[in-house]
């Protein structure tokens, strides 16, 4: 007989292990489900220069525990413009962008990722059944409708699930998207390779041009342009010269094309004598030439049973460094959306949802990616529209496909619920929630009104999985946003019992509940009290997201602790070092005097056996990992 899990996992099926296919892989593996990749090469020569590993996709390699600093990442620290003579046209330190978004925004070499996905892919250890590799094994054709793909020996394996990640020339593409729209020459062309920047420094020439550690350059020519960055800790630098297609010798296309250094010391003939210099410097044997190729994007990249992910769903010219980023968040997305328990019967709706999260993401970044392009010809319509290398940074950095994916399925799921309990109605769009109606904010009341808040700072897609509707959204740009928790005491003239009722909620900043509202407001997901006479009547008259807990306060000398218990279990506590802020006042800034607010560390299954009533919401809240707490308000008094 099956166990339960193994009753509940999904066979999954991936044609390629690449960077979008591994990812995918251990997402999948992680969330429970047993996952084969079949692979048409046999990794025997591994190829690829560097690669970025933005914010948005640093977190995410975080999250499946690939740590980028364990395969010698180094920072982006420094973004610099320059003409083809050496001159700044711009430079920008871009080291404080952690202010910004939760995570680093770091240069890896592209073997070094490949190598740390499969490491992590087939690892015996973490959680999950080891992905299995079948090598030399190439897919030559699919059944969407069953899931189910041919090798080139002719044998047909069957799965669940087919996600087809075999790269910019997918056999699968024009199976599952039923559209033969091959990838196209995009008019330019790059060469590539590395230099140790051991030898750049030794030469009094070229040293000047790698002063800074976590330099991106990009310097800018008629009609070409050079990027250069460092990777492997700041032991090499990166090179990708692009420039038109039809200055560069042969018309081949693929990742390992030799590429000729007479020809690029042509092609890069107006640039500073030191920077022929450093050309001059590559090993001959090392360049490779690379087309650019690029593709009008796919109506769908779903069908049945069967999905697209990275470059044979949407492949991206390098000009935003997203193109390996765009495959890692496809692969983790589809991990959020399919937990385990997903059955046989929700897939193709699940894989509506996974276009639902992924598809206007991806092609807009790609649209990022033509115009942030070098002008190739004056005839270039697109190309050079973006002349800033981080114009479209927010967009890019300040996404979490994880959290978004998981706030998509959560609403999705929860707007099926016809006949929603008042429990599951807290944090969800089953929670009819009345515009217009008194809302929770009547309840926490309005800033100045607040005996405590404590202010911190969480990722933004997590906190929007606190708002009520798919479209709602916290208007705050970057990674971050911010929120508190207030502590309120309500007088008895402001309600009809009796006494004063202290209540506590979580306040999520900058909310935006629907798209015809203009103005960003405080939304309030959850509220706890523990008079139940009060959580009575604002749960059914108001309909407001408010449950009974006990709420024990205390003073030791000048700190302020607040217990949230339920049955004699502890699951939250808040805490105010009230000796530095002296000044017990409301100002909205940080008033001084340390503060942290701290959920139980219990798992999941001991949360659900000690707080049935409660695991859902102590779940949620324990994901939001905030970040510098402050006490923003107090009129605490010791
Ligand atoms: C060898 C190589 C070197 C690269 N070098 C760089 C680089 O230096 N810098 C950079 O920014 N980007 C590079 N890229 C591109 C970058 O990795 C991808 O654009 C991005 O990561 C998208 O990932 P993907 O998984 O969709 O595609 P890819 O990473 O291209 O992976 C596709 C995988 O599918 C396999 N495959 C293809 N057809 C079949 C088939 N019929 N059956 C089974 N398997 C198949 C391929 O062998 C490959 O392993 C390189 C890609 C490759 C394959």
Redesign the pocket.
């Known amino acids: 007989m099956l166990d339960t899990h193994e009753a509940k996992r999904l066979h999954i099926l991936i ?7 591994l990812s995918a892989a251990i997402a999948l593996r992680q969330a429970g489900h047993v996952v084969d990749v ?4 046999r990794f025997a020569v591994e ?5 970025h590993l933005p914010p948005n996709v640093n977190g995410l390699l975080r999250r499946l525990g690939i740590q980028p600093d364990d395969f010698r990442c180094n920072d982006a620290e420094f973004v610099s413009v320059f003409d083809s003579q050496g001159n700044v046209v711009s430079s920008k330190d871009v080291r404080n962008l952690r202010e910004i978004y939760p995570f680093p925004w770091q240069l890896s070499h ?1 073997i070094d990722l490949h190598e740390a996905l499969k490491a992590k892919a087939t690892s015996l250890h973490g959680p999950g059944v080891p992905v299995t590799i079948h090598l030399r ?4 054709g699919c059944d969407p409708a069953h899931a189910s793909l041919t090798l080139s020996d002719g044998t047909v394996v069957q799965g669940d699930l087919l996600i087809g ?7 699968l593409r024009k199976v599952i998207a039923q559209e033969d729209i091959a990838a196209e020459p995009s008019g330019g062309s790059a060469f ?1 390779f590395l230099i140790p920047i051991s030898k750049v420094k030794e030469n009094p020439e070229t040293a000047a041009l790698v002063q800074k550690a976590g330099e991106l350059q990009f310097w800018d020519g008629q009609y070409r342009r050079l990027v250069i960055y460092p990777c492997r800790n700041n032991t090499e630098l990166n090179f990708v010269c692009l420039h038109p297609d039809t200055e560069s010798e042969g018309t081949t296309e693929g ?2 094309i030799a590429g000729s250094q007479e020809n690029l010391l042509r092609v890069f003939d107006e640039f500073s004598p030191a920077m022929k210099a450093l050309l001059e410097m590559a090993d001959p044997e090392s360049i490779k030439l690379w087309r650019l190729l690029d593709r009008k994007a796919l109506g769908t990249w779903i069908n049945g049973k069967s999905c697209l ?4 769903a949407h492949p ?1 010219l ?1 000009h935003q460094g997203q ?2 980023a765009q ?1 890692i968040e496809d692969g983790v997305a589809l991990g959020a959306l399919f937990p385990l328990g997903t059955s046989r019967d929700e897939i193709a709706d699940r894989l509506e949802l996974y276009m639902k999260c992924r598809y206007e993401r991806a092609t807009m970044v790609q649209n990022f990616s033509r115009q942030a392009a070098f002008k190739i010809s004056a005839k270039d319509a697109v190309g050079g529209t973006s002349t800033d290398p981080l114009e479209f940074m927010r967009i890019n950095f300040g996404h979490d496909a994880h959290d978004f994916a998981t706030n998509m399925l959560r609403k999705h799921l929860a707007s099926r619920i016809t006949n929603p309990d008042a429990l599951c109605s807290v944090f969800g769009p089953s929670n009819p929630l009345i515009l217009g109606a008194p809302d929770s904010q009547a309840i926490l009341g309005s800033p100045s009104q607040r005996l405590l808040e404590i202010e911190f700072r969480a990722r933004r897609n997590y906190l929007e999985t606190f708002l009520p509707r798919m479209d709602s959204r916290i208007a705050s740009p970057g990674g971050w946003s911010k929120a508190s928790w207030a502590v309120r005491r309500i007088q008895p003239a402001e309600w009809k019992g009796h006494g004063e009722i202290t209540v506590v909620g979580l306040c999520i900043f900058n909310s935006i509940l629907s798209p015809d509202q203009t103005e960003p407001k405080e939304f309030n997901p959850v509220i706890f009290c523990d008079n139940a006479e009060f959580v009575i009547a604002a749960r059914e008259e108001l309909n407001l997201p408010i449950l009974l807990v006990d709420l024990k306060e205390r003073f030791i000398g000048a700190q302020y602790q607040m217990k949230l218990e339920r049955s004699g279990h502890t699951f939250m506590e808040i805490h105010a070092d009230l000796a530095a802020n002296h000044q017990n006042g409301e100002s909205g800034t940080d008033l001084g005097g340390k503060s942290w607010v701290s959920l139980t560390l219990l798992k999941p299954d001991v949360v659900e056996a000690l707080l049935p009533g409660l695991a859902n919401v102590i779940g949620r809240l324990q994901g939001l990992d905030m970040k510098d707490p402050v006490i923003a308000r107090s009129k605490l008094t010791v």
């Open positions: 044609a390629g292990a690449g960077i979008g296919g079949f692979e048409s090469s190829l690829g220069a560097a690669i592209r094994c190439k897919v030559v990640a075999d790269g910019v020339h997918s056999v590539r990742w390992n992910i990275g470059d044979a991206f390098p193109g390996g495959a």
